[in-house]
């Protein structure tokens, strides 16, 4: 695959992160964590993906994502926020906003169905795009802007695409057992170096995956210790109040994640609206991803005091909470309003699409999911 050439400006930022992280592996003996090179590639200040100031989303960027297709899926979202709003308080916490379209969404919805917002956060790591949410959010007061999580909330959360965006450890299956798979420099270039995992990422391994004697000797795959503390600590915070957290994103119950098919994991990158697997591509150019483990981020928001409230795909979530009704608010006679918005409906609950790669995750505690959105519940399955 021929990748499109950066400008130079771009090129000069990915390589003084190239040399921010040589740096970073000749301080650590010679290698880092993948986890490490991740981190450093996505936030680095001013440098990473995330923190520097390339456009990431839409068609100047590099993917698009759900609330970017078609504001029905904001709308959708509204309608389950509300039913929870109704039984905890008139908050929203949203993670990695992105552009902002689906807070602005949220609130034009919540607004014109009589629901009031006292509060509407967000916790957004990329200078870029907060700049670009306080331009799309300007006629919404109610909207503040966090460093972290707070201590304690009770209403909504929502994250859309934010678990696959978090670091993830590599390990490796080897005739002798799990090795980790480390980030060093071999003749001036990025490359990998198996070593035996701290006591702690054994731990990790041995917690996630399920049935690792079935996987065949070189299955190379990804644990999730910082989404799982990600979970952790959202659990903490809800613990301390009322509300529910939907958790949008791509991914596998354990027992579906860690299979034989899988055997060269699933890192992924996205440059330009090419997705390829070579994460020491120019580095701070492009996102990096893996898929999410839902039994883990499951398991560790019920071992830190809430509940699973519901797991399904998307496509059932967003069925469950009104979007086909939503959709039919458009005349069908009216063709030229209605079809790219039935086109792009299609694409968010398709399974050839996004509707089943695509799952939603509910944890909380104090409230409970409207009985259109559970009827689909398969969290039996994590």
Same mark, same amino acid.
């Given at each position: 695959?021929?990748?499109?050439a950066?400008?130079?400006?771009?090129?000069?930022?990915?390589?003084?992160?190239?040399?921010?992280?040589?740096?970073?592996?000749?301080?650590?003996?010679?290698?880092?964590?993948?986890?490490?090179?991740?981190?450093?590639?996505l936030?680095?200040?001013?440098?990473?993906?995330?923190?520097?100031?390339?456009?990431?989303?839409?068609?100047?960027?590099?993917?698009?994502?759900?609330?970017?297709?078609?504001?029905?899926?904001?709308? @959708?979202?509204?309608?389950?926020? *509300? &039913?929870?709003?109704?039984? +905890?308080? #008139?908050?929203? /916490?949203?993670? $990695?906003? %992105?552009?902002?379209?689906?807070?602005?969404?949220?609130?034009?919805?919540?607004?014109?169905?009589?629901?009031?917002?006292?509060?509407?956060?967000?916790?957004?790591?990329?200078?870029?795009?907060?700049?670009?949410?306080?331009?799309?959010?300007?006629?919404?007061?109610?909207?503040?802007?966090?460093?972290?999580?707070?201590?304690?909330?009770?209403?909504?959360?929502?994250?859309?695409?934010?678990?696959?965006?978090?670091?993830?450890?590599?390990?490796?299956k080897?005739?002798?057992?799990?090795?980790?798979?480390?980030?060093?420099?071999?003749?001036?270039?990025?490359?990998?170096?198996?070593?035996?995992?701290?006591?702690?990422?054994?731990?990790?391994?041995a917690?996630?995956i399920?049935?690792?004697?079935?996987?065949?000797?070189?299955?190379? @795959?990804?644990?999730?210790?910082? *989404? &799982?503390?990600?979970?952790? +600590?959202? #659990?903490?915070? /809800?613990?301390? $109040?009322? %509300?529910?957290?939907?958790?949008?994103?791509?991914?596998f119950?354990?027992?579906?994640?860690?299979?034989?098919?899988?055997?060269?994991?699933?890192?992924?990158?996205?440059?330009?609206h090419?997705?390829?697997?070579?994460?020491?591509?120019?580095?701070?150019?492009?996102?990096?991803?893996?898929?999410?483990?839902?039994?883990?981020?499951?398991?560790?928001?019920?071992?830190?005091?809430?509940?699973?409230?519901g797991?399904?795909?998307?496509?059932?979530?967003?069925?469950?909470?009104?979007?086909?009704?939503?959709?039919?608010?458009?005349?069908?006679?009216?063709?030229?309003?209605?079809?790219?918005?039935?086109?792009?409906?299609?694409?968010?609950?398709?399974?050839?699409?996004?509707g089943?790669?695509?799952?939603?995750?509910?944890?909380?505690?104090?409230?409970?999911?409207?009985? *259109?959105?559970?009827?689909?519940?398969?969290?039996?399955?994590?």
């Amino acid at each position: 695959m021929t990748l499109p050439a950066p400008d130079s400006d771009a090129l000069a930022a990915s390589h003084a992160l190239q040399n921010q992280i040589a740096a970073d592996i000749a301080a650590n003996d010679g290698a880092i964590s993948f986890a490490r090179f991740m981190e450093l590639a996505l936030y680095a200040p001013n440098l990473g993906y995330y923190s520097g100031g390339a456009a990431k989303l839409g068609e100047a960027g590099d993917f698009t994502t759900a609330p970017e297709i078609t504001s029905l899926f904001g709308a @959708t979202l509204a309608q389950a926020a *509300a &039913a929870i709003i109704a039984q +905890s308080a #008139a908050n929203i /916490l949203e993670f $990695g906003a %992105g552009t902002g379209k689906l807070a602005r969404d949220v609130l034009t919805a919540l607004h014109q169905a009589g629901v009031a917002v006292d509060h509407y956060y967000i916790v957004e790591l990329s200078g870029e795009l907060r700049a670009r949410q306080q331009e799309a959010l300007r006629d919404f007061p109610q909207v503040r802007w966090l460093d972290g999580f707070p201590d304690s909330f009770s209403g909504v959360v929502l994250a859309n695409e934010v678990l696959d965006a978090m670091p993830v450890e590599l390990v490796k299956k080897t005739a002798s057992g799990w090795v980790e798979v480390m980030v060093t420099i071999d003749n001036g270039a990025f490359a990998y170096l198996e070593r035996e995992p701290s006591a702690s990422l054994a731990a990790h391994i041995a917690a996630q995956i399920p049935d690792a004697d079935q996987l065949p000797d070189g299955y190379l @795959t990804e644990v999730h210790p910082v *989404a &799982a503390g990600f979970m952790a +600590s959202l #659990a903490r915070m /809800l613990g301390k $109040g009322r %509300g529910a957290a939907f958790l949008f994103d791509y991914g596998f119950p354990a027992h579906e994640y860690y299979v034989g098919q899988r055997e060269t994991g699933t890192v992924m990158c996205h440059y330009r609206h090419h997705s390829h697997p070579d994460p020491f591509y120019l580095p701070g150019l492009q996102d990096i991803t893996a898929h999410v483990d839902f039994t883990a981020m499951a398991l560790a928001a019920q071992d830190n005091g809430v509940d699973v409230l519901g797991y399904m795909n998307q496509a059932a979530f967003l069925l469950g909470a009104g979007i086909g009704e939503l959709l039919l608010r458009t005349s069908p006679d009216d063709a030229m309003r209605y079809l790219p918005q039935a086109n792009a409906v299609q694409k968010l609950v398709s399974p050839a699409e996004m509707g089943e790669l695509f799952k939603v995750l509910i944890v909380g505690q104090g409230v409970t999911v409207p009985e *259109a959105i559970v009827r689909a519940d398969r969290s039996h399955r994590l």
